[in-house]
DNA sequence: GCGTCTCCATACCCCCAGGGTATGAGCCGT
DNA sequence: ACGGCTCATACCCTGGGGGTATGGAGACGC
């Protein structure tokens, strides 16, 4: 089973078209059905129904595509973590969202640059749901991810730090004043909270022009607490869900330099848990 | 980049000398020359270092050689799990040690038998080390681990019973006579302990052998206990590592009969946990 | 019910990529 | 310096992957 075989069935299996398929692949129809057939006759399965009006996967067709997705994302960061550690002095790509290092990043950067492994470090400030596809595709080396939000599989990870959450509010709502809140003071309010209710924002400006309308109510980490804009007021959330702050990288990623950066900022979280009022 | 280019790549990583790398693969050994060249070509990257006695891997080409496993691993799982699921009707296969399934099986096949997804299953019975193996290749479609003592990145897993451990012993030993003992007296002893000093017994006949025999003091999951030789006693372990007994199956699988397994076993776990004196 | 349209399979051809053999080139060790 | 080991190069050849043209099997309209 080739790679091309693969691509060819995946891309059948999502257009259910041998035309659009092949069209999509920049080559003839023909072609295209003389490789899924003799893929079938390879595996001795039939994956594709084809006696219907529209062509349809069997059991078995499913089951490939779903694999043969694995694999040519497993080609794709194959290709290019391989260039990127061919390419000049070794760096080390970190994927975060703003704010989303939990405070920790000006300590890690500053420590790690005296660590004997250590290597040039490249900030990739992303989007929330970029992180972990940069991290699997091998665009990135690392990323700062937020249990239990995102999704660990297929990473290695490190938990840095856990953060209770706050509330980001218009100073002129109702509950700016308090001391503290609890959810269900949130769940009462007619403002809708993010992410629950809006996971479509993943734009930090934007979320705080709508919480200073007052369109919204924000439950963030509390390390963003410093970040907000001044217009702002946090409230922290008593019995909010906490979150972990994680340092995730591909599973069986043997790099000095990564190990020395995991291991930094193991410290540095360390050093931070004891002043937690800097 | 084909999947023939990293076999051939993976053949050389492993021998360092495209020569017997050539003969392992069934080719002569100029043409694998010209495929790796190919390959540094197209990726614009050096992955081979021959300028010495000996070829070398670059950075590079360590992180292929790593790649290239897990892409070659893919296809052939893709291909056992493809040609399964096109087979007749659909088995379930469920890989365990000997006695490593905590007592649930025979509960959890009665009442599997009744779900509405269920499918026949088949039993793998098989060695400590392959179990995890089988999974990850698609010859199992899911298995019984034991946490901690077996990895689980690249699953899915459900947790359904956490065990104490017992340390299993010669009638004649001087702790046999005990209610119970703690991970200092089995330190203190003369004989060894297992699996941490001995992972290579992967055979419970030898092993309680041995036991017999006095030469070790195996820690087993309390459930093991009733099948063990009569003529070994168990002793509860106080404070051992307390073993979890995972179901564990490929990430993203997608299988009716498969879930309505696990939640099966997660059903009959439970109900267990009300009756633990049976 | 027949023509027509759509869509996949088949037939046939072409060409190049991948494989083989022979041989050269570089680097040791003696 | 020379022989041996090992990888690269040169050259040829074949198979298979890709192209075009066309057939055949349902689905739909009238």
């Known amino acids: 089973m080739e790679t091309r075989e693969l691509a060819y069935f995946a891309a059948v299996a999502e257009e259910l078209h041998f035309g659009r398929a092949a069209e999509r692949l920049g080559?003839?129809?023909?072609?295209?059905?003389?490789?899924?057939?003799?893929?079938?006759?390879?595996?001795?399965?039939?994956?594709?129904?084809?006696?219907?009006?529209?062509?349809?996967?069997?059991?078995?067709?499913?089951?490939?595509?779903r694999e043969a997705a694995k694999v040519l994302d497993a080609v794709a960061a194959a290709r290019t973590r391989t260039q990127?550690?061919?390419?000049?002095?070794?760096?080390?790509?970190?994927?975060?969202?703003?704010?989303?290092?939990?405070?920790?990043?000006?300590?890690?950067?500053?420590?790690?640059?005296g660590h004997p492994d250590a290597v040039e470090v490249d900030l990739a400030l992303c989007a929330v749901s970029e992180r972990a596809r940069m991290v699997r595709e091998g665009t990135a080396d690392v990323a700062f991810l937020h249990c239990p939000y995102e999704d660990l599989t297929g990473f290695d990870s490190q938990p840095?730090?856990?953060?209770?959450?706050?509330?980001?509010?218009?100073?002129?709502?109702?509950?700016?004043?308090?001391?503290?809140?609890?959810?269900?003071?949130?769940?009462?309010?007619p403002t809708?909270?993010?992410?629950?209710?809006?996971?479509?924002?993943?734009?930090?400006?934007?979320?705080?022009?709508?919480?200073?309308?007052?369109?919204?109510?924000?439950?963030?980490?509390?390390?963003?607490?410093?970040?907000?804009?001044?217009?702002?007021?946090?409230?922290?959330?008593?019995?909010?869900?906490?979150?972990?702050?994680?340092?995730a990288w591909p599973v069986g990623t043997r790099s000095r330099a990564l190990a020395a950066f995991v291991h930094t900022a193991t410290m540095v979280a360390e050093r931070l848990a004891y002043m937690p009022s800097s």
Chains 1, 2 share one sequence.
């Open 160 to 189: 840095l730090r856990v953060e209770g959450g706050v509330a980001m509010m218009s100073p002129a709502h109702r509950l700016a004043g308090r001391a503290f809140v609890h959810r269900a003071d949130l769940a009462a309010d």
């Open 84 to 113: 990127r550690a061919g390419r000049a002095e070794p760096r080390l790509v970190v994927a975060l969202k703003p704010g989303g290092d939990g405070g920790l990043l000006p300590g890690l950067l500053a420590a790690y640059r």
């Open 27 to 65: 080559i003839a129809q023909p072609p295209l059905s003389r490789a899924i057939q003799k893929l079938e006759r390879r595996l001795g399965v039939t994956l594709i129904d084809r006696s219907g009006p529209r062509i349809a996967l069997t059991p078995a067709g499913e089951v490939l595509a």
């Open 192 to 247: 809708p909270c993010w992410p629950e209710q809006h996971p479509e924002i993943s734009d930090p400006a934007t979320l705080m022009q709508l919480a200073v309308l007052g369109r919204l109510i924000a439950v963030v980490p509390e390390s963003v607490r410093d970040h907000v804009r001044r217009d702002l007021v946090c409230v922290p959330v008593l019995d909010g869900t906490p979150t972990t702050v994680v340092l």
